[in-house]
């Protein structure tokens, strides 16, 4: 098998507070059952994207793969507007009581799927080329580490030690 | 790679532990997207967007759906895919049990309740 090794010098450190808040959204990602997850991945690629070495890393190993990254990254960045436009449908169907409106909603929600299903697995592997490329990659989740819905943010530096290594991330 | 693996693990475990909810059902969907992705990068093995947005759909019909009857027959559309599916899951879990490197306090999270999945994590240790 074709396995990045995680000693390899494209392994790219990345700091600890980066590490707390793509681990937050993870932990989001393993708690909550609802239809956002593919939300909470594109939170939490949208981290590592940002961080410009192991995105240029990223972009290497996709074009070395032959994958086309400008198409990848194009549907990636059109996820937004899109996602915005099916959730606001969602909620309209589900406050919906007139059952011909409601199925009209629904078509209008499928006419959606076909183009978020191919930027979903944009999303995905985007999100896994990402994590591939730094050493956020051999971290397990910790879903006890967000307590409830209010407070799943990352500690913030004076709540705690974060210059201790990876020790400090749980 | 853990970090994948992980997911993967714990989207089953969600499932497994009500495996008639929607919203567990949708998690172990996230974990076969998570699955394909992998195998499409790495093992250069392809998928279907057709696939995939099927299952959405199949999805997004079952919440729309108000008949009761209309959902019984829709969710069990849903229980044949995921069945269909499972297999690739468990799959990629065995193919990638060897780099698997869980240490002590990761039992804190009960995995190993994972219906399938038991062999892979007792192997790794």
């Known amino acids: 098998m074709n396995k990045i090794n995680k000693n390899d010098e494209n392994i790219v450190q990345l700091p600890t507070v980066v590490k707390q808040m793509v681990l937050n959204v ?11 997850d593919i939300e909470r991945l594109y939170r939490a690629s949208q981290m590592l994207y940002a961080h410009k070495e192991i995105r240029d890393k990223t972009n290497t190993y996709l074009e070395k793969k032959g994958l086309n990254v400008d198409d990848l990254t194009k549907k990636y960045l059109s996820f937004s507007p899109l996602y915005l436009k099916l959730k606001n449908l969602r909620q309209l169907m589900a406050e919906e009581k007139d059952e011909k409106i409601k199925s009209r909603y629904s078509n209008e929600m499928n006419k959606y799927f076909i183009k978020l299903s191919s930027i979903e697995m944009s999303i995905v592997e985007l999100f896994i080329s990402l994590v591939l490329h730094c050493d956020i990659q051999n971290t397990p989740i910790r879903s006890a580490y967000i307590k409830d819905s209010r407070d799943n943010r990352f500690p913030f530096p004076h709540q705690q030690n974060i210059g201790g290594g990876d020790e400090s991330v749980f | 790679m853990f970090i994948i693996k992980d997911m993967v693990l714990k989207c089953l475990q969600v499932y497994n532990d009500k495996p008639d909810s929607l919203g567990s059902i949708q998690k172990f969907f996230k974990a076969y997207s998570l699955v394909l992705g992998y195998e ?31 959902k019984i027959q829709i969710m069990s559309i849903i229980k044949k895919t995921v069945d269909s599916k499972n297999k690739v899951v468990h799959t990629f879990l065995e193919d990638y049990s060897d780099d698997m490197s869980f240490d002590d306090d990761m039992f804190d999270l009960d995995m190993v309740y994972v219906e399938g999945c ?6 790794s240790v």
């Open chain 2, 118 to 123: 038991v062999g892979v994590v007792k192997e």
């Open chain 1, 26 to 36: 993870l932990a989001e990602f393993m708690q909550k059952n609802d239809a956002d």
């Open chain 2, 40 to 70: 499409s990068l790495i093992n250069n093995k392809p998928y279907r967007v057709s696939e995939i947005s099927m299952i959405n759909k199949i999805l997004q019909m079952y919440r729309a759906t108000v008949n009761d009857d209309m």
